[in-house]
């Protein structure tokens, strides 16, 4: 018996066309990093994407 397939990917990073629907976060990471002198924390729980989201 064949195992299912899962829609989700595990490990690593993900990239287009599976890491999507995050603009408005990027846009205030991008706009934080230029404009505040001070680091950024970006928490979350697990597997919901941070990794991608930085890279």
Same mark, same amino acid.
Do not use: C, W
């Given at each position: 018996?064949? #195992?299912?397939?899962?829609?989700? #990917?595990? /490990? /690593?990073?993900?990239?287009?066309?599976?890491?999507? %629907?995050? +603009? +408005?976060?990027?846009?205030?990471?991008?706009? %934080?990093?230029?404009?505040?002198?001070?680091?950024?924390v970006?928490?979350?729980?697990r597997?919901?994407g #941070?990794?991608?989201?930085?890279?």
């Amino acid at each position: 018996m064949r #195992k299912a397939s899962s829609a989700f #990917k595990v /490990g /690593g990073f993900i990239e287009a066309p599976y890491f999507v %629907d995050r +603009d +408005d976060e990027l846009r205030h990471l991008y706009h %934080d990093a230029r404009t505040l002198s001070q680091s950024n924390v970006v928490i979350a729980p697990r597997r919901f994407g #941070k990794t991608s989201l930085l890279r």
